[in-house]
C-alpha cells in the first residue's frame, strides 16, 4: 500500500492479507518475469538453461499467500529450488591415468516456464549445435588417474538443467584420449535432487 509519495509504504493492519511471491537470481538475462504487474496470483517466470555452464543458474522461488497484516507480522519466505543438479563422476578401471578432454549432455529440453512450482517445458531438445551443454577440460585438468575414480563437475561446475524424464535421446557423451564414450540417460531428473 503507498501513502503520499511512491517511495513512501504503509503495512496493513490485521484486516487485510497478503500474498508475497519472490525469485532468485534477479535480473538474469536468461529468467524472466513473464506475468505483469496487473496479473493476479503467483507470477510465471521464462528460463532458458545458458549452454555456458558456468553461468547455469540455480532457480529458486518463494512465496507466502494468505500472510497477515498487523504490526510487526516479519513474512518468512521459504525459496525452492526448481531445477535439477548433474554430477559426472568417471570411474578408470583401467591401470593407467585417462585424461578426459570433454563432457557434454544432449537430448534433454533446456527452456520452458515455470508457475506455482510447475515447470512447462518446450518441445526442442539440444544438440551439439542447438544449445550445447558441453564442459571441456584444459591441461592438466580432467585426469582420471589408473585404478581412480574422478569427479570431473566438482563443485564449480555441476550442471543445472530443467527437470524432466528423460528420453532415449538423452545421453552423456565423454571425449577422453582413448576416445569417445556415449551412455544413454535414463530416469526422471527431479526438482532440487542432485544426479550422479
Keep these: 500500500m503507498t501513502a503520499g509519495t511512491p517511495t513512501g509504504y504503509l503495512w496493513p493492519s490485521e484486516d487485510y492479507h497478503l500474498a508475497f511471491y519472490a525469485y532468485y537470481p534477479y535480473g538474469s538475462e536468461h529468467l524472466s518475469l513473464l506475468s505483469t504487474a496487473s496479473d493476479k496470483g503467483a507470477p510465471t517466470y521464462g528460463y532458458t538453461v545458458p549452454s555456458d555452464i558456468s553461468t547455469q543458474l540455480d532457480i529458486m522461488t518463494a512465496q507466502v499467500t494468505d500472510h497477515p497484516g498487523g504490526p510487526q507480522r516479519a513474512c518468512q519466505l521459504p525459496f525452492t529450488h526448481h531445477c535439477a543438479a548433474i554430477r559426472v563422476v568417471f570411474t578408470n578401471e583401467k591401470d593407467t591415468p585417462l585424461k578426459v578432454n570433454s563432457i557434454s549432455v544432449s537430448g534433454v529440453k533446456y527452456s520452458g516456464t515455470l508457475h506455482e512450482g510447475t515447470w512447462t517445458l518446450d518441445e526442442p531438445v539440444n544438440s551439439s549445435v542447438a544449445n550445447p551443454f558441453i564442459l571441456?577440460?584444459?591441461?592438466?585438468?580432467g585426469i582420471v588417474p589408473g585404478s581412480g575414480?574422478?569427479?570431473?563437475?566438482?563443485?564449480?561446475r555441476i550442471l543445472l538443467l530443467l527437470p524432466q524424464t528423460l528420453t532415449a535421446n538423452a545421453l552423456l557423451t565423454v571425449e577422453t584420449d582413448k576416445g569417445r564414450f556415449e551412455g544413454v540417460l535414463t530416469g526422471t531428473w527431479t526438482a532440487g535432487n542432485t544426479y550422479t
Excluded at 571441456?136 to 585438468?141: I, K, L, N
Excluded at 575414480?149 to 564449480?156: A, D, H, P, R, S
Design 149 to 156: 575414480v574422478t569427479n570431473l563437475t566438482g563443485t564449480e
Design 136 to 141: 571441456s577440460f584444459g591441461e592438466g585438468d
